[in-house]
């Protein structure tokens, strides 16, 4: 910005006096905006120099001057919250979308030169919008990798190379296309993008097997703070420890992740059992769930919990499980196990993997596979949203799953699930990767509140609900510290301001809650990678402050 604003200044006449001059440079620098055009018309030249493959300008800038309402499409095509996308949310000034990887190291060359602040978006599912919406730091520019999807599924080889702008659903698509009996171990939601989702874990219904997504990442590409493409040998092993669970936008722009596939059975049995809370008055069928989920059940299963409350206040707990195996094991496992549950052949469904995929994201299981491939046809609405993460490592008395039911159908539009650890979760160790929640949790919990409209007293009202809930769960959740899911980015926990002295301080509090220990390599590493800070939004890692690094290398 200031750079922009000296350039500018350079054309003026040479004649006036210093204190004109002076007066003007103030004026221009703090009060005139720098338009947008001229913000673009430069980031475009230096891209020209910077990349010898063309880009349309058509389909690649886009401008609230040029058209505002294509503008606003394609900030909204993939953003997931509205609450972000409201009038008074801070925009960008321009949207690039790169169709070549070289666009983006030249985006990061150039937006370092012209002191652009930069935000990078794959899915945009990120639940602060910290990846299309700079509450702490304007102008900024969104650079949108949706049109770099290309996905290389290699059978042979067992891996894939897939590309950050695609979606979850098509990384299912392209593996099933080619095999029955290769998957991987991702997100539920199918639009979620491979971008961010695997730079901050990403669990899913097979993490009990094989672990989050992360933890089965052979290889990435990614661009540094330099504008430099690496792969995981030129990167080295601390930015490749560091990009698989240290949180998005931190360390690099990943371009692209080489995952590892995993077996999967010909035949899996989904089931899910719904159960009132008068069905259930002592929580007894919760309680059980608590105390085996992560231990006895086998890793083959993955059974959540689901609570949702209905128009008439009325509670009801959904039991959603996949195993992988066929029926009559299923069978067998749950009355060894978890007779309490009451599951019966009906409820069983026997489905291929594709199948579990599509019953996890919502679909009906007869859909056709095309819907993985186009997020519009998602079940999963848009909504004003604000979720919570918790890890417990005891089980939650009954007492105090009554409390929380009791405080959980007081919103309409609350909803809550449970998910179990355990199985490979507990047997990686914690500073493997940056994702520390392993041995010793037995379940993580997300509270949310969604609401198809808004206005600014029920966000108030929901907004002090989630907030109520989650003091609430004080006593029955980890503490010290209360750890959270960064994928389940919680603004609450803290935010980076523009001092990064005070940022380090801060951070230290939600670095740990993220990270436990991880958070102090995590640190070290962006300090070595990207010093200035280049990276950054409300909750990216912070770099040591300059005066601190002597004494902590
Ligand atoms: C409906 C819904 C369902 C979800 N389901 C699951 C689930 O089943 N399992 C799970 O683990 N999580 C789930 N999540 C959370 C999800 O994993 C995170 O929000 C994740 O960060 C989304 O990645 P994205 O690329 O879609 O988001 P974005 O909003 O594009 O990015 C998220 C973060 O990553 C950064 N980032 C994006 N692209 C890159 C890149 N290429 N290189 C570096 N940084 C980048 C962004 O700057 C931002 O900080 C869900 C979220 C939603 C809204």
Redesign the pocket.
């Known amino acids: 910005m200031l750079l922009i604003a000296e350039m500018r200044l350079s054309k003026s006449p040479p004649s006036i006096s210093y204190i004109s001059f002076l007066a003007l440079y103030i004026f221009s620098y703090t009060i005139t905006p720098v338009s947008s055009n001229y913000l673009q018309e430069d980031f475009i030249k230096c891209l020209h120099r910077n990349t010898h493959v063309n880009f349309p300008l058509e389909k690649t800038f886009f401008t609230p001057e040029k058209n505002a309402s294509t503008f606003i499409n394609v900030l909204e095509a993939t953003a997931?919250n509205y609450r972000f996308l409201t009038k008074a949310t801070p925009k960008p000034t321009f949207i690039f979308k790169p169709v070549h990887e070289s666009h983006v190291q030249a985006s990061v060359i150039c937006s370092k030169k012209l002191g652009i602040h930069l935000?990078?978006?794959?899915?945009?599912?990120?639940?602060e919008a910290?990846?299309y919406v700079s509450q702490i730091e304007t102008p900024f520019v969104l650079l949108d990798?949706s049109k770099l999807r290309q996905i290389n599924v290699d059978i042979e080889e067992n891996s894939a190379w897939v590309q950050?702008g695609a979606t979850l659903g098509e990384v299912y698509y392209r593996i099933a296309e080619k095999s029955k009996i290769h998957g991987f171990p991702a997100?539920?939601?199918s639009t979620?993008?491979v971008?961010?989702?695997i730079?901050?874990?990403?669990?899913?219904a097979l993490m009990r097997k094989y672990g989050l997504a992360a933890d089965n990442v052979l290889d990435a590409k990614i661009v540094d703070a330099n504008g430099k493409l690496l792969d995981r040998s030129s990167m080295g092993e601390d930015m490749f420890w560091a990009i698989r669970g240290g949180g998005?936008?931190s360390f690099g722009?990943?371009l692209a992740w080489k995952l590892k596939l995993v077996p999967v059975p010909e035949t899996l049995t989904i089931f899910s059992v719904t159960k009132t809370l008068e069905q259930d008055p002592d929580l007894k069928t919760l309680s059980k769930w608590q105390h085996i989920a992560d231990k006895l059940l086998v890793e083959d299963l993955f059974l959540r919990v689901m609570f949702r409350v209905a128009g008439d206040k009325t509670l009801t707990l959904e039991y959603k499980g996949q195993f992988l195996g066929e029926k009559g094991t299923l069978m067998e496992v749950m009355k060894k196990y978890f007779p309490e549950l009451g599951l019966t052949q009906e409820d069983c469904i026997e489905v291929s993997w594709i199948e579990s995929v599509l019953a996890n994201a919502g679909f009906p299981i007869d859909s056709p596979l095309e819907v993985l491939l186009d997020p519009k046809l998602s079940p999963?609405v848009k909504v004003y949203f604000k979720g919570k993460s918790d890890f417990a490592t005891e089980p939650i008395p009954p007492f105090g799953l009554k409390g929380m039911f009791k405080k959980l159908v007081e919103e309409n539009t609350s909803s809550m699930f449970m998910i179990p650890y355990g199985g490979m979760m507990a047997k990686i160790p914690e500073s493997e990767t940056p994702f520390a929640h392993r041995k010793g949790t037995i379940l993580k919990i997300h509270y949310a509140t969604n609401s198809t409209s808004e206005d600014g007293i029920s966000l108030n009202k929901r907004t002090k609900w989630i907030r109520e809930m989650y003091s609430y769960m004080t006593p029955y959740v980890s503490s010290n510290p209360r750890l959270a899911y960064v994928?389940?980015r919680d603004l609450d926990l803290g935010t980076n301001t523009k001092d990064s002295k005070a940022n380090f301080i801060k951070a230290q509090t939600w670095g740990a809650q993220y990270f436990k220990n991880n958070f102090n390599r995590l640190v070290k590493i962006k300090t070595k990678v990207d010093p200035e800070n280049f990276f950054r939004?409300e909750q990216s890692i912070p770099s040591l402050p300059f005066s601190k690094r002597l004494r902590s290398w």
């Not at 935000?119 to 639940?127: E, P, T």
């Open positions: 997931q935000r990078v978006r794959s899915g945009g599912h990120d639940f910290v990846s990798l950050a997100g539920l939601c979620v993008g971008g961010g989702y730079t901050g874990g990403g669990y899913g998005g936008g722009i990943i999963y994928n389940y939004h």
